[in-house]
């Protein structure tokens, strides 16, 4: 009769008899024993199989194999006690090892896997612990295959299920992440308060520019409006003064002078008494043909 431990019965199907003829599943492996010793490993399909002097001693699965890692405590780098739990995904490289190479394939990994998270907790702080827990977990998997090797088992991947701190650190959590959003908060809005007083700022600097680019138009276009109205009173002085030479040099020319400017003096002096009550005669007020001649003489 072939004895089996519970390890065994839950990391293979139940141990079948020698009858000869045998057929193994896909993704089983049969470790067949000759009297008492290894004999040889039966693949997939159809095997034989010597009465009496074989039996088949291990059966071990290929496929990925899930095991629960129970709870347990550890502390991190900055003295806090955590309780964390996770899963193990592994499987079965070489079945001869497996077989031979440890008593209790599970329990020796889920050992390995505990001492491993206490290890590698103890070397990050508690905030570290939640961000990087994919590196982690990493570092679980990386130690665990340098020791199962020798086991013919390969460690897949490790997964944290779930982390519980004590109360008081996840009140001291709770409040310091309440922090962290209130002084965020207060970022924002004095960056947000910030860009508004500079919006304005640039608004009224914008402003002034413009009302100074429009002034300065204003006075250009001003000063240049006034610069052709003195040219263009030049131009019509001189087309006057042109036309006056003109019609003096005409026949009757000097009589219709002296009659322009007899009317000049008439009409200077009919204004006089009308913009003061105090009025300086010339004692020839009255000689207007003296004037005309006197002004005809000094041109």
């Avoid at 139940?14 to 010793?37: D, H, I, Y």
């Avoid at 010597?50 to 071990?60: K, S």
């Avoid at 000097?254 to 004692?283: I, R």
């Amino acid at each position: 009769m072939l004895w089996v431990t519970p390890a065994q019965q839950r990391w293979a199907s139940s141990l079948p008899m020698n009858t000869v003829v045998l057929f193994v599943p896909q993704q089983e492996a049969w470790v067949v024993e000759r009297m008492g010793r290894f004999h040889r490993i039966l693949e997939p399909g159809l095997n034989f199989l010597i009465p009496l002097l074989d039996r088949i001693r291990y059966v071990q699965s290929l496929k990925e194999i899930v095991i629960d890692v129970p709870e347990q405590s550890a502390v991190s780098l900055d003295n806090v006690t955590l309780q964390i739990d996770g899963v193990l995904y592994l499987r079965i490289l070489d079945p001869f090892k497996a077989s031979y190479g440890v008593e209790d394939p599970e329990y020796a990994v889920t050992q390995l896997a505990q001492t491993t998270m206490r290890s590698e907790l103890g070397k990050l702080t508690l905030d570290k612990v939640f961000r990087e827990r994919e590196s982690l977990n990493a570092n679980i998997v990386h130690s665990i295959n340098q020791a199962s090797d020798e086991w013919g088992i390969r460690c897949l991947r490790y997964e944290i299920k779930d982390i519980h701190v004590p109360p008081r650190v996840k009140e001291s959590m709770q409040m310091q992440v309440e922090a962290e959003r209130k002084k965020r908060a207060t970022v924002l809005e004095s960056e947000g308060t910030r860009e508004a007083a500079i919006n304005v700022a640039e608004g009224r600097k914008q402003a002034q520019i413009l009302a100074s680019e429009g002034e300065k138009a204003e006075q250009i276009n001003k000063a240049a409006g006034e610069a052709q109205a003195v040219l263009a009173k030049a131009e019509a002085k001189a087309e006057a003064i042109r036309m006056l030479s003109a019609a003096l040099t005409e026949q009757n020319g000097n009589a219709a002078a002296s009659l322009s400017v007899a009317e000049q003096y008439v009409s200077a002096f009919s204004k006089l008494a009308k913009e003061s009550n105090t009025v300086l005669l010339p004692t020839n007020t009255g000689d207007i043909t003296g004037m005309v001649t006197q002004v005809r003489t000094f041109n």
